[in-house]
């Protein structure tokens, strides 16, 4: 039997937009995630703490060109870790820029809320790392 390779974790989360620069604006200046690259008319490519946040345009990316098609329709999920101490603020820093909360949810390790991005993309941000380990 065939020994597993290690794996070090999730180095990219992808979200499909339709509208390029409500998204651009609604991630660089709602989110504060920093532009690291663009595409016009196909990609946004973002760092959020560590990691790496891409916004494509599925239209786009599902043509076959130099990566293997891909591509998604309707609401697509992420979820967002932030500290215990700025959780209650990312809810008020929401409401000021008119996305509200649609729901919290009490984890037996953790709070979470969700929101939705200007293509319905269903936003989470966690309180603490809310999966058993």
Sequence with gaps: MAIRPKLNGVLETVLYFTDEEKTHRFYSEVMGFRLVGREPGRSLFYRAGKHVFLMFLAEETLKSNTLPPHG???????CFLVPADAYESWKTYLAAH????????????????????????????ANNDIWPS
């Design 98 to 125: 008119d996305v509200p909360v649609i729901k919290q949810i009490e984890w037996p390790l953790g709070l979470s809320f969700y929101f939705l991005d200007p293509d319905g993309n269903l936003l989470e941000i």
């Design 72 to 78: 998604a329709t309707g609401s697509v999920h992420t």
